[in-house]
């Protein structure tokens, strides 16, 4: 599967690839207990940051898509990542994000997800994509719920309890 364009742009974000320059700025995000509350262990070293960037970059390398770090259009002010990726072992591509704590309340995790949606629809051509949260985030469940997605399940991943939520290219189709 070929993505045909690897940088997105909206009105006010830039997403493009992740790159090992991109390490300090995501060792800040991962450094802060309060965007980590619901981010499966919570905070990570820098050892640990580095490795899920390494993943990240192997993933983009594979697939032709991944996570995108998310800058600001303008300042390119770093904001956090977002995009699809392989969830776990299974075929299930997943919608997944993390915003520094100035993004949040504006909209910026919500523009990017979609973003992210229209990208894996549109361009990808997947026929479902998947999200998973923390029951209690319910930031994150309102971000699913307004682009559409629709709760599945409880289930448990990472040692956690989390809920499980999906649309379908069919039910992205009826909202757009």
């Excluded at 993505?3 to 830039?14: C, F, G, M, S």
């Excluded at 990240?56 to 995108?68: K, M, N, S, Y």
């Excluded at 990542?81 to 520094?100: M, V, W």
């Excluded at 399940?153 to 009826?174: P, W």
Aim: with cysteine.
């Amino acid at each position: 599967m070929q993505a045909p364009h690897q940088v997105l742009e909206t009105p006010r974000l830039r997403m493009r690839p992740p790159t090992p320059a991109d390490l300090e700025d995501l060792c800040r995000l991962t450094s802060d207990p309060e965007v980590m509350r619901y981010l499966g262990k919570g905070v990570r070293t820098s050892e640990e940051t580095e490795s899920v960037l390494v993943a990240a970059i192997e993933h983009w390398e594979r697939h032709a898509f991944g996570v995108w770090i998310v800058r600001d259009r303008e300042s390119e002010t770093f904001l956090g990542r977002c995009g699809l990726r392989y969830f776990q072992d299974t075929p299930d591509i997943e919608l997944t994000y993390s915003f520094a704590k100035p993004t949040w309340g504006r909209g910026i995790a919500s523009e990017a997800a979609a973003a992210s949606m229209h990208f894996g629809f549109e361009q990808l051509r997947l026929e479902r994509i998947i999200a998973i949260a923390m029951p209690e985030n319910t930031g994150s469940r309102r971000v699913m719920e307004k682009l559409g997605m629709h709760f599945e399940k409880n289930a448990l991943f990472f040692g956690f309890d989390h809920v499980f939520y999906a649309i379908t290219r069919a039910e992205y189709q009826k909202l757009v």
